[in-house]
Structure formats: structure tokens, C-alpha cells
């Protein structure tokens, strides 16, 4: 019998293309069952074993963040203290932790975490934090560690000072700018409306630690910019000194009268000249370009007397008017100008100790002040030559004195911080790309055009007694905020002066401290209100012996307010203003001409209703 196998056999190889098509497909589909579910099993495990990696890499990624955080702020203290000696163990414990953290970010499967919804901007937002850390730790605490224990003055075989370490710390801050500006902007585009919380309380503690290393960076960047005009890093360098007279007061601290022609080059520092106000034409108005609004508050005397150059509140204004009074009376025009007084003097000599003059004659922290605003002219009743002749010496011997370099750098640039932030010392500089890194710092010498982080406030005092009187001035300002309001927020003024000469001595004041008329004396106050803001109202609360006001303008980018108050001995003067600001939380600070007798300021809150 035969089979219906063997019968079919020839049909079977001249089947039609409908058939050879069927068994075609299902060859097909027991290859693809044999590839694709085995594959599907592997990429299931797979993706169980990455979302595992990637798990415990994230918690490894805490811990290492965790501590690097901690050695951060051990770092801060050693820095803080001057411990140098344990900063590059630190530094390297830093280091090891950081590039942990960093390390699982840059794998493959963490990176295609980061495109998963709803997980993926957490896992960004961890790296993002995780290399930061690691970058801040290279490129900056890494270098800075080996640098700050060794930075020190050290001179080269010519005598010239090495510069070498200033250029070191110039390119780490640098290079710590740039990170920083690319974490700042890294950060701001994580969406943590899209992270859980402890991702978003980490991005947000990092934004502050980054906002507040933003925030001392201008100060360090301006400082060593600062220190290398002054040192001609860049080559041959005019560099002008000027030194203020607080006993007569201006916006910036007083009459520059006294100064000092530097020739810098490659840590070649020389006296050129030494100039008094004798030598220049007071008489000659300078033909400097200014603001209209200046010319108006300070009159022409700003163009005409050299004491009343620092008049404005503007540290680029003053050094354009003497930059112009150097060429145009001598023919010499100062690459920099760099202004300071004798309070930062007292502030210095606390860290190089006294300095002698010739004849032995010492000054000191103590003494510095009320030997050079005040003693002098009791010594050399009529000024002249001799009063030139002694602030001459004394600038010299100072000057000597900080280019030995005997003293402890650290604390000197503590001291240097200190009378910047005080006002009591200001730069400018032709040079763009260095005056740049001044800007945002209180080197420069301005007013913010903004009242982003702070409201700032201004204060400021000029002499018009033409006399060295404000010796004896004393001043006070409180500031009432009132936020009740706050879309309308405002700032009201008072100012309070009072002229306190000991009574021994009223009446036998030598000509030179006295006023031009005696026993009368003439101060303006000048009243600056927050960036764009307006005035809303003046007042003269106490007169004294008489007192007026105006003119009322808008001067930097601000509402300013004259006062011109005439006092006696022993009277009292109060002046107001009020001005209105802009919707903004941020804090006041006020601003003041750095007095001998420093200007108590006092800042309230009003009482809302």
C-alpha cells in the first residue's frame, strides 16, 4: 500500500509560490523567536543590572559629594586661619573624593539615564553637581594649594621683584571665574520642578556655595589685577599716587595734594617725582569731559582745585582730572592712578610696624593719622615748603617700607582688603582688560548702576571751609527703610554733623586748620539714593547757623541731594532726604566718605501700621 507521502513527493518539490512563500514565513518567525526572545530576556536583565549600576552609583556618588563637601569646608577654615601646612592633604582628600563622584557620571548608561522621564533630570542634576565639584577641585583648590603655603615677595638677581607667583594666582582665579560662570549657568537650567527633593536641596546648596564663591571672586580677581599694574606685569607702567587729605574732606576722602610719580616694569618699582599742589595750576579749569550733573552738585571748583578733584563720589572721574592735570601742567600722562589716605596707612603700619623718618621720628599705627592731618600744621603753622618736605619723607619711608616686604603677605592683604572696602583705597588704570576686573569691586571706586544685592546708599562730605578743620568734624547717618509698602519701597536719610574742637584749643587753631573766615565753618553734604530711584522729600531738621539745599539731581544713575550747612563750635546739624526706590528685597548698605572720625551709620526698619 502506498503512502499518501510518497504519492505527493513530486508535487511537494513543484509546489506552487503561494506555499514556498508560507514556509518561508515560517522560517522567519522561528528565527526571529529564537533571536528576539532571548534578546528581550538579556535587555530585561540588562536593564534590571544597569537601573542596579546605576542605583548604587548614585548613592555611591552621595557619599563621595558628602565628603567632598567636607573637605571643602575644612579647607575654608585651614585657609581661614593660615594653617597652609595641612591644605594640600587636604586639597588631595578633596581630589580623591571628587573624582569618585565624578567618575560613574561619565558612563555611557548614566548618561542615557538622563534622557528617562521622570528620572532623567535628577540623574543630570547630580552630574552637573558631581563635575563641578571635580573641576573646582583640578583646576583650582588643587593648584591654589601649592601655591598659597609658598606665595611670598621674593626678589630676583636684579633686585626686581618675582613675579612669578602673582601670575600663578592670576590664572587660577581665572580659570576659577570661568567654572564658576559655567556651573552658574549649568545650574540655572536644571528644571527642579522636575527633581525630588533631596536632588533639588543639593542643587540648591551648591547654586549658594557657587553664588558665594561669585560673590568673593571680584574682590581676589581686582586684588591681583590691582597688584600687577602696580608691579608693571604687563611692562613699562606710569603709575600716579595720590594720597588724600581727610582733614579736608571730599566724596572719596579729601584733597590729593600730595603725590607720587612710580616707574613700574616687571617688578621694577622706582620714585620718579614727588609733586605737591604748589607745582600744578589751580587757577586753569581742566577741560576733562564730565557729566553735566556733576558740574552742577560740585561746581567749578572740581575742574579748577586739585583738593576738590575727589569731590564725586566716582574714583574715574577724579583720576580723569588728574590723569588731564598731569599732562597738561607737567606733560606727563599716568598709565594708573591709584589713591589712598592716611587711615589706610594706620591700617598697614599694623602689619609692617612703624616706619622712621629722617631725624628718627617714628610713625606709627597710633600716631600716623594725627601726625600727618593734624600735628603737622601745628608744627609748620603756614604749610609751604617744610609741611611738602615732611609729607614727601613720610610717603618715601612708607613707601619703602612695603616694598622690603618684611612682613607677613597675608596679613598684609587682609590689611589691603580692609581699607579697599573702606573706601580708603581706589584704582583705575588705562589699561581695559585689567580695569575690567575691577569692576564689581570696591577698587574701582563707584557706585553699583544697579541694586542687585545690595541698595546702596551714599553719604559724603566735601570741605568748603578751605581748611584741614574736619579733623575735629564728627558725623553720624540712620537710615529708616520703610518696605510697608513693598512695590514702593523707601530710604530716608538723616545726617547728623558736629563740629567738637576741644576748647584749649578754639581759639588758638593755627591758619592752616582754621577756616578762611575763623570760627565759622562750611561743610556740603551730598545725599545719594538707591539706582533709579527718585527723591520724595528734603528737609533741614536743624540748621545750625544756617544751612541750604540743592541743587537736586540725578547723578550716576541715581537721585543726589546738596545740603550746604554752616556750623560753630560745638553746634549741631541735622539734614534729611528721602528717596523712593524700586521693588527689590535686597539689603541696604550705606556708603560714606572716609571720615578721621569715622560716620556711625544706623540702619532701621520702619514700623508698618
Same mark, same amino acid.
Given at each position: 500500500?502506498?503512502?499518501?507521502?510518497?504519492?505527493?513527493?513530486?508535487?511537494?518539490?513543484?509546489? @506552487?509560490?503561494?506555499?514556498?512563500?508560507?514556509?518561508?514565513?515560517?522560517?522567519?518567525?522561528?528565527? &526571529?523567536? @529564537?533571536?528576539?526572545? #532571548?534578546?528581550?530576556?538579556?535587555?530585561?536583565?540588562?536593564?534590571?543590572?544597569?537601573? =542596579?549600576?546605576?542605583?548604587? @552609583?548614585?548613592?555611591?556618588?552621595?557619599?563621595?559629594?558628602?565628603?567632598?563637601?567636607?573637605?571643602?569646608?575644612?579647607?575654608?577654615?585651614?585657609?581661614?586661619?593660615?594653617?597652609?601646612?595641612?591644605?594640600?592633604?587636604?586639597?588631595?582628600?578633596?581630589? +580623591?573624593?571628587?573624582?569618585?563622584?565624578?567618575?560613574?557620571?561619565?558612563? #555611557?548608561? =548614566?548618561?542615557?539615564?538622563?534622557?528617562?522621564?521622570?528620572?532623567?533630570?535628577?540623574?543630570?542634576?547630580?552630574?552637573?553637581?558631581?563635575?563641578?565639584?571635580?573641576?573646582?577641585?583640578?583646576?583650582?583648590?588643587?593648584?591654589? *594649594?601649592?601655591?598659597?603655603?609658598?606665595?611670598?615677595?621674593? !626678589?630676583?638677581?636684579?633686585?626686581?621683584?618675582?613675579?612669578?607667583?602673582?601670575?600663578?594666582?592670576?590664572?587660577?582665579?581665572?580659570?576659577?571665574?570661568?567654572?564658576?560662570?559655567?556651573?552658574?549657568?549649568?545650574?540655572? $537650567?536644571?528644571?527642579?520642578?522636575?527633581?525630588?527633593?533631596?536632588?533639588?536641596?543639593?542643587?540648591?546648596?551648591? $547654586?549658594?556655595?557657587?553664588? *558665594?564663591?561669585?560673590?568673593?571672586?571680584?574682590?581676589?580677581?581686582?586684588?591681583?589685577?590691582?597688584?600687577?599694574?602696580?608691579?608693571?606685569?604687563?611692562?613699562?607702567? /606710569?603709575?600716579?599716587?595720590?594720597?588724600?587729605?581727610?582733614?579736608?574732606?571730599?566724596?572719596?576722602?579729601?584733597?590729593?595734594?600730595?603725590?607720587?610719580?612710580?616707574?613700574?616694569?616687571?617688578?621694577?618699582?622706582?620714585?620718579? !617725582?614727588?609733586?605737591?599742589?604748589?607745582?600744578?595750576?589751580?587757577?586753569?579749569?581742566?577741560?576733562?569731559?564730565?557729566?553735566?550733573?556733576?558740574?552742577?552738585?560740585?561746581?567749578?571748583?572740581?575742574?579748577?582745585?586739585?583738593?576738590?578733584?575727589?569731590?564725586?563720589?566716582?574714583?574715574?572721574?577724579?583720576?580723569?582730572?588728574?590723569?588731564?592735570?598731569?599732562?597738561?601742567?607737567?606733560?606727563? /600722562?599716568?598709565?594708573?592712578?591709584?589713591?589712598?589716605?592716611?587711615?589706610?596707612?594706620?591700617?598697614?603700619?599694623?602689619? /609692617?610696624?612703624?616706619?622712621?623718618?629722617?631725624?628718627?621720628?617714628?610713625?606709627? *599705627?597710633?600716631?600716623?593719622?594725627?601726625?600727618?592731618?593734624?600735628?603737622?600744621?601745628? !608744627?609748620?603753622?603756614?604749610?609751604?615748603?617744610?609741611?611738602?618736605?615732611?609729607?614727601?619723607?613720610?610717603?618715601?619711608?612708607?613707601?619703602?617700607?612695603?616694598?622690603?616686604?618684611?612682613?607677613?603677605? =597675608?596679613?598684609?592683604?587682609? +590689611?589691603?582688603?580692609?581699607?579697599?572696602?573702606?573706601?580708603?583705597?581706589?584704582? =583705575?588704570?588705562?589699561?581695559?582688560?585689567?580695569?575690567?576686573?575691577?569692576?564689581? *569691586?570696591?577698587?574701582?571706586?563707584?557706585?553699583?548702576?544697579?541694586?542687585?544685592?545690595?541698595?546702596?546708599?551714599?553719604?559724603?562730605?566735601?570741605?568748603?571751609?578751605?581748611?584741614?578743620? %574736619?579733623?575735629?568734624?564728627?558725623?553720624?547717618?540712620?537710615?529708616?527703610?520703610?518696605?510697608?509698602?513693598?512695590?514702593?519701597?523707601?530710604?530716608?536719610?538723616?545726617?547728623?554733623?558736629?563740629?567738637?574742637?576741644?576748647?584749649?584749643?578754639?581759639?588758638?587753631?593755627?591758619?592752616?586748620?582754621?577756616?578762611?573766615?575763623?570760627?565759622?565753618?562750611?561743610?556740603?553734604? &551730598?545725599?545719594?539714593?538707591?539706582?533709579?530711584?527718585? /527723591?520724595?522729600?528734603?528737609?533741614?531738621?536743624?540748621?545750625?547757623? $544756617?544751612?541750604?539745599?540743592?541743587?537736586?539731581?540725578? %547723578?550716576?544713575?541715581?537721585?543726589?541731594?546738596?545740603?550746604?550747612?554752616?556750623?560753630?563750635?560745638?553746634?549741631?546739624?541735622?539734614?534729611? +532726604?528721602? &528717596?523712593?526706590?524700586?521693588?527689590?528685597?535686597?539689603?541696604?548698605?550705606?556708603?560714606?566718605?572716609?571720615?578721621?572720625?569715622?560716620?556711625?551709620?544706623?540702619?532701621?526698619?520702619?514700623?508698618? $501700621?
Amino acid at each position: 500500500m502506498t503512502t499518501p507521502e510518497f504519492l505527493l513527493a513530486p508535487e511537494r518539490q513543484h509546489r @506552487s509560490s503561494g506555499s514556498s512563500s508560507r514556509r518561508r514565513k515560517r522560517r522567519r518567525r522561528i528565527i &526571529f523567536h @529564537s533571536i528576539f526572545w #532571548p534578546l528581550l530576556a538579556l535587555l530585561i536583565i540588562g536593564s534590571g543590572l544597569a537601573a =542596579w549600576w546605576l542605583a548604587a @552609583s548614585a548613592l555611591a556618588v552621595r557619599d563621595d559629594l558628602e565628603v567632598a563637601r567636607a573637605q571643602v569646608v575644612a579647607f575654608q577654615k585651614a585657609a581661614d586661619e593660615r594653617r597652609f601646612e595641612e591644605l594640600q592633604p587636604i586639597a588631595d582628600e578633596l581630589d +580623591a573624593a571628587a573624582s569618585s563622584a565624578a567618575a560613574p557620571t561619565a558612563n #555611557p548608561v =548614566w548618561r542615557m539615564a538622563e534622557l528617562v522621564p521622570g528620572v532623567g533630570e535628577n540623574v543630570r542634576a547630580v552630574r552637573i553637581i558631581a563635575e563641578g565639584v571635580d573641576d573646582v577641585s583640578q583646576q583650582v583648590v588643587q593648584p591654589a *594649594s601649592g601655591l598659597v603655603g609658598e606665595f611670598g615677595i621674593s !626678589r630676583d638677581e636684579s633686585g626686581a621683584l618675582d613675579l612669578e607667583p602673582l601670575r600663578t594666582a592670576t590664572d587660577i582665579a581665572a580659570d576659577a571665574q570661568a567654572i564658576l560662570d559655567g556651573l552658574e549657568a549649568d545650574l540655572a $537650567g536644571i528644571d527642579t520642578d522636575a527633581t525630588i527633593a533631596p536632588v533639588s536641596d543639593a542643587v540648591t546648596q551648591f $547654586g549658594d556655595v557657587v553664588e *558665594s564663591a561669585q560673590g568673593t571672586l571680584p574682590g581676589i580677581n581686582a586684588a591681583l589685577a590691582g597688584a600687577g599694574a602696580m608691579l608693571g606685569i604687563d611692562g613699562p607702567q /606710569t603709575v600716579l599716587l595720590a594720597f588724600e587729605n581727610n582733614a579736608e574732606a571730599t566724596a572719596l576722602g579729601g584733597g590729593p595734594a600730595a603725590q607720587t610719580l612710580l616707574s613700574v616694569d616687571d617688578g621694577t618699582v622706582k620714585i620718579d !617725582r614727588q609733586v605737591s599742589s604748589t607745582e600744578l595750576d589751580t587757577q586753569a579749569p581742566i577741560g576733562t569731559e564730565i557729566d553735566e550733573s556733576a558740574d552742577q552738585l560740585y561746581n567749578d571748583i572740581l575742574r579748577t582745585e586739585i583738593n576738590a578733584t575727589t569731590s564725586r563720589p566716582d574714583f574715574p572721574t577724579a583720576a580723569a582730572l588728574l590723569r588731564s592735570r598731569w599732562d597738561r601742567d607737567l606733560g606727563i /600722562t599716568p598709565n594708573t592712578v591709584v589713591m589712598t589716605d592716611p587711615i589706610a596707612v594706620s591700617r598697614i603700619l599694623e602689619v /609692617t610696624g612703624p616706619v622712621s623718618l629722617p631725624g628718627g621720628e617714628q610713625l606709627t *599705627s597710633d600716631n600716623v593719622v594725627s601726625k600727618l592731618l593734624n600735628e603737622i600744621y601745628f !608744627r609748620y603753622p603756614e604749610g609751604g615748603a617744610e609741611s611738602d618736605a615732611y609729607f614727601a619723607a613720610a610717603s618715601a619711608a612708607m613707601f619703602d617700607k612695603m616694598m622690603a616686604g618684611d612682613y607677613d603677605v =597675608w596679613q598684609m592683604a587682609q +590689611a589691603l582688603i580692609d581699607v579697599t572696602n573702606s573706601g580708603s583705597l581706589m584704582m =583705575w588704570t588705562e589699561n581695559e582688560p585689567t580695569q575690567e576686573l575691577f569692576a564689581g *569691586s570696591r577698587l574701582d571706586g563707584t557706585l553699583p548702576h544697579t541694586n542687585l544685592g545690595a541698595t546702596v546708599l551714599g553719604v559724603y562730605f566735601r570741605d568748603r571751609s578751605i581748611s584741614k578743620i %574736619d579733623y575735629y568734624l564728627h558725623t553720624g547717618a540712620k537710615v529708616t527703610v520703610d518696605t510697608c509698602t513693598p512695590e514702593a519701597p523707601t530710604y530716608t536719610v538723616e545726617v547728623t554733623l558736629r563740629m567738637d574742637i576741644p576748647a584749649d584749643l578754639q581759639f588758638s587753631l593755627p591758619e592752616y586748620i582754621d577756616s578762611r573766615e575763623p570760627g565759622a565753618y562750611r561743610t556740603e553734604v &551730598f545725599l545719594y539714593g538707591p539706582a533709579g530711584g527718585s /527723591t520724595t522729600e528734603v528737609a533741614v531738621p536743624n540748621p545750625a547757623n $544756617g544751612a541750604t539745599t540743592g541743587p537736586s539731581v540725578i %547723578d550716576l544713575g541715581r537721585p543726589a541731594e546738596k545740603f550746604t550747612v554752616d556750623m560753630v563750635n560745638g553746634q549741631t546739624a541735622v539734614v534729611r +532726604a528721602t &528717596f523712593a526706590g524700586t521693588p527689590d528685597d535686597a539689603p541696604v548698605e550705606v556708603r560714606t566718605t572716609p571720615m578721621i572720625n569715622r560716620t556711625g551709620v544706623e540702619v532701621v526698619e520702619a514700623t508698618c $501700621g
